[in-house]
């Protein structure tokens, strides 16, 4: 049996609230301080809420995402004949602006062609899934994934009509007293690539999964087999038992069917593991940034799986009984092991796994 090559992760760039570069995400999320505050973008003077986490100063989505892009491949090493040999993989809100982003995007950058992928919170894991892929099966040697996400007035409407949003200005996954989720910018860029061509490495991305469970539009599995079997692929493909993750980097978004449903696939995919494995969810320092969130997580996680230290959980008021986990609280915590899951969930059932260790 031939062995296939391994994939690992690059140049890694992002910008949220929590500042511009990964140095300034991976100091932020350390910090433990959140970067909610009201919102100056639009008006939000009909709405039941005002906060999310935005950049002071933001340039257009296309920029953003060209300087992501940029940064990315800079870190990672790539010449113009490197990228013009290399996928490109893009995850935005979808809508008939996404062609044109997309080809001056490419055009731009230096890249032959451009996939998008425009489904809801699991894009970017997709598209990163997609890469590995890609990789793995000797199409390409390396793939570029970029997300983007700023904080608008249709989401923002959509999320509070919906009631989604946080009325105490605070996200608090996992914990007694959450009252739902914030939005927040997010743009990231990375580059994978098989692990032989690779010159600069920051993680192995080891595995990866997606499970559907399609329980309701909008709802959670309340047992999170979606989820649960998105983790245990990702798992299995690493060929890891759940004794060998030391940290998840949650969905958790802080509201309430969500985080328990999270917490019942946890459980059930890691088994008796899931008690002692540290558990956070960094989208209560940066916010939800909806398409882009996968791709902010995963540059988060494999920072602070690097720096040997691991994210706390902020807004945490009291443990809930339904969320039965080692939910990080107070400070970061060193990180025990070399392994780290990614999790992401979106509208509709759609689960993905994300397992990164330390090259």
Not at 52 to 74: F, S
Not at 76 to 85: K, S, T
Request: aromatic share 4%; with cysteine.
């Amino acid at each position: 049996m031939v062995e296939r090559p391994g994939v690992q992760l690059t140049g890694v760039h992002a910008t949220s609230a929590l500042g511009r570069g990964a140095e300034a995400q991976l100091a932020g999320v350390l910090a433990g301080v959140p970067a909610f505050g009201p919102v100056r973008r639009f008006d939000t003077g009909t709405r039941r809420v005002d906060a999310a986490a935005t950049l002071p100063q933001v340039g257009g989505l296309a920029d953003e995402l060209a300087e992501a892009v940029e940064a990315a491949c800079r870190a990672a090493g790539l010449d113009a004949a490197r990228r013009a040999r290399s996928a490109l993989l893009l995850a935005v809100h979808g809508g008939s602006h996404v062609p044109r982003l997309a080809g001056d995007l490419a055009a731009g950058a230096g890249f032959p062609d451009v996939r998008t992928y425009t489904t809801a919170c699991v894009s970017a894991t997709s598209a990163v899934a997609d890469a590995a892929a890609l990789i793995r099966r000797g199409d390409v040697e390396r793939a570029v994934v970029a997300a983007g996400y700023l904080v608008e007035p249709d989401q923002y409407a959509l999320f509070d009509a919906g009631r989604a949003l946080a009325t105490d200005a605070a996200v608090r996954p996992f914990s007694a007293g959450r009252t739902g989720l914030l939005l927040g910018d997010g743009i990231a860029a990375v580059v994978l690539e098989r692990a032989d061509v690779a010159r600069r490495p920051v993680a192995d991305l080891l595995g990866w999964g997606r499970a559907g469970d399609a329980f309701h539009p909008c709802q959670p599995d309340p047992a999170g087999r979606g989820l649960s079997r998105a983790v245990t692929a990702a798992l299995r493909r690493a060929g890891l038992a759940p004794e060998a993750v030391g940290y998840v980097n949650a969905n958790a978004t802080g509201t309430s069917h969500s985080d328990a449903a999270e917490a019942a696939a946890l459980r059930t995919a890691l088994g008796p593991a899931a008690a002692r494995v540290p558990v956070s969810s960094t989208k209560a320092l940066h916010g939800h940034a909806l398409e882009a969130s996968g791709l902010l997580e995963l540059v988060v996680t494999v920072l602070a799986l690097r720096h040997g230290k691991l994210p706390v959980n902020a807004g945490w008021l009291g443990p809930d009984p339904d969320c039965p986990l080692d939910v990080i609280r107070d400070a970061p915590r060193p990180a025990a092991t070399g392994h780290a899951l990614s999790l992401n969930a979106a509208f509709g059932g759609a689960n993905t796994a994300l397992l990164v260790g330390a090259p």
